[in-house]
Nanobody, 115 residues
Framework: QVQLVESGGGLVQAGGSLRLSCAAS????????MGWYRQTPENERELVAR???????DYARSVKGRFTISRDNAKNTVYLQMNSLKPEDTAVYYC?????????WGQGTQVTVSS
């Protein structure tokens, strides 16, 4: 079993920044993939960013150049640095992790960007 604990969400003005963190614990020796999805108030789900254990990453077109994903393998933690936030970034952000083949999810953290 794998547990994911997220932190760092909140309310910020447009143009501001937030950093999300997601720490994985439990029955894991290593995690292949970690990343972030988000679900908007309109219930649209989008893969925001993902990163491999080796550090390869990719991003949704809507956040490229503004968001940066990184991870600390020793801590089994993934981070999402979000800069130049826009009202359309408002969503619940969910961390996920794929140790081998199963997918584990965090509880979600709310990010609200005011205009």
């Amino acid at each position: 079993q794998v547990q994911l604990v997220e932190s760092g969400g909140g309310l910020v003005q447009a143009g501001g920044s937030l950093r999300l963190s997601c720490a994985a614990s439990g029955s894991i020796s290593s995690i292949n993939f970690m990343g972030w999805y988000r679900q908007t108030p309109e219930n649209e789900r989008e893969l925001v960013a993902r990163i491999t254990r080796g550090g390869s990453s990719d991003y949704a077109r809507s956040v490229k150049g503004r968001f940066t994903i990184s991870r600390d393998n020793a801590k089994n933690t993934v981070y999402l640095q979000m800069n130049s936030l826009k009202p359309e970034d408002t969503a619940v952000y969910y961390c996920y992790a794929v140790p081998t083949s199963n997918v584990y999810w965090g509880q979600g953290t709310q990010v609200t960007v005011s205009s």
